[in-house]
């Protein structure tokens, strides 16, 4: 059954402090992989797009990585903002479909 | 929100009545798509289009259908609302297909209560 786990589901950290996000996914064929900030009462917004042969992806404050071995991404956020307060949604594609298959999120709070 | 606008934003309804949303963009995207999204699970694709009177099931699309006679409106019907439907439901748009590296865009959402 494809399926995209992600941990921890929340998360608090202080003003200032790296964390990093992890998702797993059992999804096959793999197309890419997508990670989504979404805002509380908004739509998700997209981040970074990695496919099969890209290791790591940045945007900014964000770092992505992939190991399509392991089947395995993380979120890496550095010197995070109260802005980055969100949850953050891990998303993989399926080769040669029409299919994304969504992670429930982790939720993030940042405290001043 | 990249040119989505979802309408209503909010919406209060009874069981058995039936319920039109509405997704407008203004990029001229050819794949757009209906998602909800409820506590405890991702989001579930329920129909999407690849152009105009193109379109297909997603995987919750049970009570559903969607219409696009415009490449800039797709619509999402809920024929006869049940409280199951109760959820937040989200438009987006993107260029090529999922399986691409396109990016997908997401409306703001719509927030539907039924009663």
């Known amino acids: 059954k494809n399926q995209v786990e992600q941990s921890p589901q929340s998360l608090i950290i202080l003003e200032g402090k790296n964390c990093t996000l992890q998702c797993n996914y059992t999804v096959s064929p793999f197309s890419n992989l997508r990670w989504y900030k979404q805002d509380t009462g908004r739509g998700p917004v997209s981040l970074t797009i990695m496919t099969f042969s890209e290791n790591t992806k940045s945007n900014g404050r964000y770092t992505a990585t992939l190991d399509a071995d392991t089947k395995q991404s993380s979120l890496h956020i550095t010197a995070s903002q109260l802005s980055d307060s969100a949850s953050y949604i891990c998303v993989v594609s399926v080769y040669n479909t029409d299919k994304l298959i969504f992670g429930t999120g982790t939720r993030l709070q940042v405290f001043p | 929100d990249a040119g989505i606008t979802q309408s209503p934003r909010h919406k209060v309804t009874e069981t058995g009545t039936p319920v039109t949303l509405r997704c407008h963009q203004t990029?001229?995207?050819?794949?757009m798509y209906w998602y909800r999204q409820d506590p405890g699970h991702g989001l579930r694709l329920i129909h999407y289009s690849y152009g105009v009177k193109d379109t297909d099931k997603g995987e919750v699309s049970d009570g559903y259908s969607v219409s696009r006679s415009k490449t800039e409106d797709f619509l999402l019907t809920l024929e006869s609302a049940t409280s199951s439907q109760t959820s937040v439901y989200f438009c987006?748009?993107?260029?090529?297909?999922?399986?691409?590296?396109?990016?997908?865009?997401f409306g703001p959402g719509t927030r539907l209560t039924v009663l």
């Open positions: 987006a748009i993107s260029e090529g297909t999922s399986g691409s590296t396109d990016t997908q865009y």
């Open positions: 990029e001229n995207h050819r794949y």
